[in-house]
């Protein structure tokens, strides 16, 4: 190593040079890569009809509409509240899934995005919100 008035010179310096843009490009790739993974879906494209169940009674299907402004739900609203043990009432998506709210606002449950499901585990069993398919 070539040390000029205490600093690195020479190709000692170009080595450490070179290895800190390697780790810096490194973060700045995994960084955008990080965020391309977690992209917060729009209101609209989640907006429609979904089919809300449960694995303790799969043969129970809520249907409910997602509204995207406001983001509401509508729907039926009674076969939600058993399975998820309040009235749901509102809606937003995250970058890795969804909450449904009660009516005043408090979160009920995180549904985690899944293959374009959402799902939870509850004491219920495991909740799975799929879009309807359209007859």
């Known amino acids: 190593m070539h ?3 205490g600093s690195i010179s020479g190709p000692t310096r170009q080595k450490h040079l070179g290895a800190w843009l390697l780790a810096l490009s490194l973060t700045f790739m995994g960084e955008a890569v990080m965020a391309s993974s977690l992209v917060l879906p729009s209101r609209e494209s989640l907006a429609g009809q979904w089919l809300l169940s449960s694995s ?3 043969a129970r299907n809520c249907v409910l509409q997602l ?5 509401l739900l509508a729907g039926d609203l009674e076969c939600a509240t058993e399975l998820l043990g309040a ?9 890795d ?12 449950v995180h549904l985690n995005r899944d293959a374009g499901r959402y ?11 799929s879009r309807k398919s359209r007859d």
Do not use: I
Not at 97 to 108: A, H, N, P
Not at 119 to 129: D, K, N, P, V
């Open 119 to 129: 799902w939870a585990t509850s004491r219920q069993g495991e909740l799975t919100l």
């Open 3 to 5: 040390k000029r008035n």
């Open 56 to 58: 303790a009674d799969p």
């Open 67 to 71: 509204s995207a402004q406001p983001p």
């Open 87 to 95: 009235r749901p009432g509102s809606w937003e998506p995250t970058p």
């Open 97 to 108: 899934g969804l909450w449904l709210f009660d009516q005043e606002g408090s979160g009920l």
